[in-house]
């Protein structure tokens, strides 16, 4: 990298809306808002033993940033020697040592903190971000699926309604709206679901539990949160299933599902079916064109359940590993 043209500095807060910037000149259709981008990082600070560094690289002649780097550790897959990595450069910056100077940055981050190895992801159909990740030396390891359904060509044939089954059962559906959105007790139980339900999910590294803050951050209080649109289903007094959506900021005719889950000891029942049902029927009377979900390639459950409601794939993201040593560099 040429240093008389740019500049490496941390990150400050009004580099935010340079990082939306460069996502969006890199992949429009994932974009994200600055609101988003700002709460995300305010997750990853909730924890404070966890890692969270980002640099910016600026261009001395204008002052912009053109290009960001992160170092972090989110909770859902914690290790205190293994990060997250991610390296964003504008598109009229490239191939000119950038993106190669932030990842050695931020591997002497990870160094110092006597770390073992990287995680990374990009999207399967950016050759250069492939290729970056590639000449670092980082093995694929699994895929991640975006798929998309078209709300106008919905098809409930193949998902009938179980309500009146599920309430034969003993089993109550509602919504996070209708149990109230801010009663700690129904968050509380919200948590307890998400614990239980998220520890067989399939991730890079192993479960870890999320703080109680962290999964209302995530899951309840995000600018795209929506009460109406977090789908429950109660045995007594506890929350057993939930099936969540999200708007998505950046496009207002699209809500992506969130989380879904079923607490292990009622799965098989359909109740993970009967909320994503209720969730794409609320999507289309609400509006909204598109529902997108995403989809680890190795949860073949998931997956089955949502190609029946017609969601097709548009967008691979592939995930790998990479060991460090602490005799490595950066070539």
Not at 1 to 22: G, K, T
Request: net charge neutral; glycine share 8%.
């Amino acid at each position: 990298m040429d240093r008389s043209a740019y500049l490496v500095r941390p990150f400050v807060d009004s580099d935010f809306e340079a990082e939306v910037r460069i996502d969006r000149e890199i992949d429009p259709e994932h974009a994200f808002t600055v609101e988003e981008v700002r709460h995300w990082n305010e997750i990853l600070n909730l924890e404070p033993d966890h890692a969270n560094v980002k640099f910016a690289v600026e261009e001395r002649q204008t002052g912009e940033a053109v290009g960001y780097g992160s170092l972090a550790q989110p909770s859902f897959n914690y290790d205190p020697r293994w990060f997250w990595i991610w390296v964003a450069v504008g598109p009229a910056h490239r191939r000119r040592g950038i993106g190669t100077e932030l990842f050695a940055r931020l591997e002497a981050e990870a160094l110092a903190r006597n770390g073992l190895g990287f995680w990374g992801s990009t999207r399967e159909q950016d050759a250069d971000g492939v290729r970056f990740l590639e000449r670092r030396g980082f093995r694929v390891l699994r895929k991640i699926w975006q798929s998309r359904l078209d709300l106008s060509e919905l098809d409930f044939s193949a998902v009938p309604d179980r309500s009146i089954p599920l309430a034969r059962e003993g089993f109550r559906l509602s919504t996070l709206a209708e149990e109230g959105s801010t009663s700690p007790e129904i968050r509380q139980r919200l948590y307890r679901l998400s614990q239980i339900s998220a520890a067989d999910i399939p991730r890079l590294g192993t479960f870890h539990p999320v703080s109680f803050d962290e999964f209302v951050a995530l899951d309840l209080d995000a600018p795209g949160s929506m009460p109406e649109g977090l789908f429950l289903a109660c045995k007594g007094t506890e929350v057993v299933g939930m099936s969540s959506l999200e708007r998505a900021l950046a496009r207002p005719d699209t809500v992506q599902v969130g989380y879904t889950g079923t607490h292990p000891e009622f799965r098989g029942r359909g109740i993970g079916t009967e909320l994503k049902r209720r969730a794409a029927l609320f999507a289309r009377q609400s509006g909204f064109r598109f529902l997108l979900t995403g989809n680890d390639s190795l949860n073949r459950a998931i997956l089955k359940i949502n190609h029946r409601f017609g969601f097709r794939p548009d967008t691979v993201w592939i995930q790998g590993d990479k060991s460090l040593a602490p005799s490595s560099g950066v070539r």
